[in-house]
């Protein structure tokens, strides 16, 4: 019997190791395999490397012998104008010159006949005398001295070669990773937050860009171009992956850092929408903007479903702003009451647009900044207890945190009820009011 019992124990014993033996072959081909993702990041890598220093630099210099070819066409251009223009001034004074030579040779002949004639030909030996007053014979035209007229030469700062040389040498760089990474990426209703960080201590980020672009395209799009360390894409496609990459700008530089290594993500939820048809707000193609109109009606503009659950972060951005009225409201609620114009009213948590913060219908006595143009407002709640035996009267409660600017109301709001999910709305008396949510 108890060898039988010993036996069990072995062959368990050598089940297990079996087992074990799977799972640390398991782990060590999962190690194997982030291996070789990483050997091919980099020779990848070092391959795209390679094509764009050698393509940067074959443009480059096809762009510098255009250059200098220009410039020499330039500088030959500019000696032929001098040329031709210092060159007429002689032109003309050599026919000049040559003229009066022609005249004299004439003359030298007609006074030599004259001569010949002697006496007897009076006559000739008058006109000769004439003319040749007439010529003026002590009239020379002025030649211009060697240092009058000018003398081309080229100057050329040898200077030049060796600046370049400088600026050469220090063209470029080769860095082993993106001084930017993408940090995280969190789903949102109809989009995902990216939120990113720095990697290099040294290099001092001026603004940053975001690109992204479906996986089945790979054609990225610029996205966001800012200062902040975090954005949220918008009109994403419920579980479609996207692929997202963050590149930065160096204080003081023109061009933009490498890429980060692409990140991909999606979302699971749908996105936020405004029910249709409600007289006072029209809307945005996608349901998701709301423009107060100048409708006479102020009623309660309800989302489409209750889609504010736990966890979530709602957000509402105001895209314009009409006049104020502290009756305006921004906020959720457990249920649409459509005899309602404000969520400032039981079972319903908002913002008015002057900073006020209604629970329930109260005014609490902290106040946040009054809303405008390109101001967003943020709702996030978790579940502080379930309770037990709501009969008993025990309570449902939320822990809110609205934020606006650089503050925040952070509450416990307290319902006869269990509630999953909650509406969301907005009121406004007055036109103009246009505000995005997600």
């Not at 020379?140 to 040498?169: G, M, N, T």
């Amino acid at each position: 019997m108890m060898e039988i019992e010993v036996q069990t124990d072995l062959l368990q014993e050598a089940k297990e190791s079996i087992e074990a033996a799977k799972s640390y072959k398991d782990e060590l081909e999962q190690r194997l395999q982030g291996l070789n993702q990483a050997r091919k990041q980099i020779t990848e890598s070092a391959v795209q490397t390679r094509d764009v220093l050698k393509n940067h630099f074959n443009d480059l210099k096809a762009r510098l012998t255009k250059l200098l070819d220009e410039r020499l066409v330039m500088l030959l251009q500019e000696v032929d104008k001098i040329e031709q223009e210092s060159i007429k001034p002689l032109d003309d004074c050599q026919k000049l010159i040559e003229h009066g030579v022609n005249t004299a040779e004439e003359l030298l002949r007609e006074g030599e006949v004259a001569v010949c004639c002697g006496t007897a030909q009076e006559e000739k030996l008058g006109n000769f005398t004439k003319k040749a007053l007439q010529i003026q014979l002590d009239s020379l035209p002025e030649v211009p001295s060697l240092v009058e007229v000018p003398c081309l030469s080229a100057q050329l700062d040898e200077s030049l070669l060796s600046f370049v040389k400088d600026r050469i040498f220090s063209h470029g760089a080769i860095a082993s990773r993106p001084p930017v990474q993408i940090d995280e990426l969190t789903e949102r209703p109809g989009g995902i937050l990216v939120r990113w960080c720095k990697v290099d201590d040294d290099f001092v980020a001026q603004e940053y860009r975001l690109q992204f672009c479906k996986n089945s395209t790979c054609q990225f799009d610029d996205v966001y171009i800012g200062p902040d360390t975090e954005f949220v894409v918008l009109h994403i496609d419920p579980n479609v992956d996207y692929m997202f990459r963050v590149c930065a700008r160096g204080e003081g530089r023109m061009e933009w850092s490498p890429w980060s290594i692409p990140q991909s993500g999606y979302t699971t939820l749908t996105a936020h929408e405004w029910i249709t048809g409600c007289e006072g707000f029209s809307l945005s193609s996608r349901r998701d903007m709301a423009l107060r109109n100048d409708s006479p009606s102020s009623g309660v503009l309800y989302s489409k479903e209750p889609t504010y659950t736990s966890g979530q972060t709602l957000t509402f951005r105001m895209e314009a702003t009409g006049l104020p009225d502290k009756r305006d409201s921004i906020g959720v609620c457990v249920e649409p009451q459509n005899e309602c114009d404000s969520l400032q009213r039981d079972k319903a948590v908002c913002i008015s647009s002057n900073g006020a913060v209604f629970v329930n219908g109260k005014e609490m006595t902290n106040q946040l900044p009054c809303v405008s143009t390109g101001s967003s407002v943020t709702f996030d709640m978790e579940v502080v207890n379930l309770g037990s035996g709501f009969s008993d009267g025990a309570s449902f409660k939320l822990r809110m945190i609205i934020s606006s600017g650089n503050r925040e109301v952070v509450f416990d709001w307290l319902l006869d009820q269990p509630c999953e999910a909650l509406y969301f709305g907005c009121s406004f008396v007055y036109p103009g009011w246009k505000v995005l949510v997600f």
